[in-house]
């Protein structure tokens, strides 16, 4: 509950700076639109997990938001650099450290691209699964281990 309050907090913040002080109700009010933000999710040891930015945020719930133009940016554990997504539509389960999306989604990590519908990112499992049309592209590299 401690880490909504944050979060909301931060939200209204940032929205607050982005949007030159127009009045904002994210706090409490579901439905609550939030345009081009960026917020930053960190574990219980203050280490940085993912950055979710977007073109537009609506506030569902406490745990849920609904996005317009996702970028996820998913901080690697090892120096093997960041995993992005992207997607034009997409819910964020804050809470659970989730995301899904019934329409497109983009993937961008160290040495491969990704690409498909109907998708599903559980952050905890460190896994993406993309249920319809996927297509994975690997860099030379990568090409070459797998032979």
Not at 73 to 85: C, H, N, P, R, Y
Request: charged fraction near 30%.
């Amino acid at each position: 509950m401690r880490n909504r309050s944050h979060f909301l907090a931060f939200l209204v913040l940032i929205s607050s700076v982005a949007c030159c002080g127009s009045a904002l109700y994210a706090d409490s009010n579901p439905d609550a639109e939030v345009k081009s933000f960026t917020f930053r999710k960190f574990n219980d040891q203050g280490l940085r997990l993912w950055d979710l930015s977007g073109k537009e945020a609506i506030f569902v719930n406490d745990n849920v938001i609904r996005m317009i133009e996702m970028q996820l940016a998913i901080t690697s554990t090892k120096d093997k650099g960041e995993t992005v997504l992207r997607s034009p539509n997409a819910r964020i389960y804050v809470e659970e450290n989730q995301a899904t999306g019934d329409g497109f989604l983009f993937v961008e990590g160290n040495g491969f691209r990704a690409e498909g519908k109907d998708w599903e990112w559980r952050g905890t499992e460190r896994k993406i699964e993309i249920r319809k049309g996927a297509k994975v592209t690997f860099d030379e590299a990568i090409r070459r281990i797998l032979k």
